[in-house]
């Protein structure tokens, strides 16, 4: 049984940060490649960071690039998304996932374990 825990959501102002974490158990975690996906309400979970399995390469979606940062510490067993400059079009529920490959991939069907989510929300 894989699980995955996020943490370090929360309510922060627009201008600020906060930096998520997704603590992995029961996988061989380094193996595979992990993602951040968001969903805000009434609009469809994307993808808004990757990571592949040795960090050699990441992916970021257009609305987070240069201000959203995803690493991984694999003798944690955790993935990391740092999320500075945030903007109340943040505000969402975010969840991590482990990919069934190594590779990177947004589409949320080629993840296989999810965690709960965590809820993001950015204050004008």
């Known amino acids: 049984q894989v699980q995955l825990v996020e943490s370090g959501g929360g309510l922060v102002q627009a201008g600020g940060s906060l930096r998520l974490s997704c603590a992995a158990s029961?996988?061989?975690?380094?193996?595979?490649?992990m993602g951040w996906f968001r969903q805000a309400p009434g609009k469809e979970r994307e993808c808004i960071a990757a990571?592949?399995?040795?960090?050699?390469?990441?992916y970021y979606a257009d609305s987070v690039k240069g201000r959203f940062t995803v690493s991984r510490d694999n003798a944690k067993n955790t993935a990391y998304l740092q999320m500075n400059t945030l903007k109340p079009e943040d505000t969402a529920v975010y969840y991590c996932?482990?990919?069934?490959?190594?590779?990177?991939?947004?589409?949320?069907?080629?993840?296989?374990?999810w965690g709960q989510g965590t809820q993001v929300t950015v204050s004008s």
């Open positions: 996932a482990s990919a069934r490959y190594g590779s990177i991939s947004v589409k949320a069907e080629e993840y296989r374990y």
């Open positions: 029961g996988r061989a975690f380094s193996s595979y490649a």
């Open positions: 990571i592949t399995w040795s960090s050699s390469s990441t």
